[in-house]
């Protein structure tokens, strides 16, 4: 049986969304996080400040792990170059959404780099069966969650971005493909304010329906000390490896 590609380690599991407004801020947050967090994601809200490039090669030159959230939708040979670009600069994780076109053009811009994982999007975590249904789906989000992992094998990707309320694990059963990774966006702490998700769970709960990656935004970086909010995910995400 085929296994996955993910980090003995527990903390370098998480993925620390860097949703803030300036390079600054993010800057400043991953200064905080130096020693406890290794994976970062850079998406929307830093890709279009200036100095995002500089920031990007920064943290790849300091040895961490950029997630690069481009959620790319274009035609073929736009992502195939896209993505191209991407191993160039060193990126770990590329995103694209769950197309099957705009998936085999991503895995052919890859060109079977190891260091860079093709991701694509499966359903927002801001969606439920009613808003996939407004938007033509004539599928439930558990379906079309499915769907898209079948699409997403069968066209090389590396792996989905589902959250832990879709089950990782039985997505992987449900298309067979142990291999298949998954990273979990929608973690809150218990007890916490959900904010704009739909399908949210805690840490514990993502590492034990199979989640390899969890992504951690407004709960680390609006925590008055990050340092310590990333300490107690990664505790919780341990606590399901020691039952």
């Not at 406890?36 to 995002?52: D, E, N, Y």
């Not at 997630?67 to 060193?90: N, S």
């Not at 493909?177 to 769970?201: K, M, S, W």
Request: proline residues 4%.
């Amino acid at each position: 049986m085929a296994t996955r590609d993910i980090p003995q380690v527990m903390a370098d599991r998480l993925i620390v969304a860097l949703d803030v407004p300036t390079i600054e801020r993010a800057a400043q947050l991953a200064g905080q996080l130096h020693g406890i967090v290794s994976f970062f994601k850079v998406g929307l809200w830093l890709l279009f400040a200036p100095g995002a490039e500089r920031f990007v090669d920064g943290l790849i030159a300091d040895g961490k792990r950029v997630f690069l959230d481009a959620k790319m939708y274009d035609i073929g040979e736009t992502v195939r170059q896209g993505v191209a670009r991407a191993v160039e600069r060193g990126v770990s994780l590329v995103t694209v959404h769950g197309d099957p076109d705009i998936m085999r053009a991503a895995v052919a811009g890859k060109a079977g780099s190891a260091r860079t994982k093709v991701f694509a999007i499966s359903v927002l975590t801001s969606q439920n069966d009613t808003s996939v249904r407004e938007m033509g789906y004539a599928f439930s989000v558990a379906e079309l969650v499915q769907l898209r992992a079948r699409q997403a094998v069968a066209c090389g990707c590396d792996g989905i971005i589902a959250s832990a309320h879709d089950d990782p694990n039985a997505i992987r059963a449900a298309v067979a493909a142990e291999q298949l990774l998954i990273a979990t966006p929608g973690i809150r702490e218990p007890g916490a304010e959900t904010h704009d998700q739909q399908r949210v769970a805690t840490p514990s709960q993502a590492i034990a329906r199979g989640a390899d990656y969890l992504v951690v935004g407004r709960p680390i970086t609006q925590a008055a000390d990050p340092a310590a909010a990333a300490r107690r995910i990664v505790a919780d995400m341990e606590q399901t490896a020691l039952h």
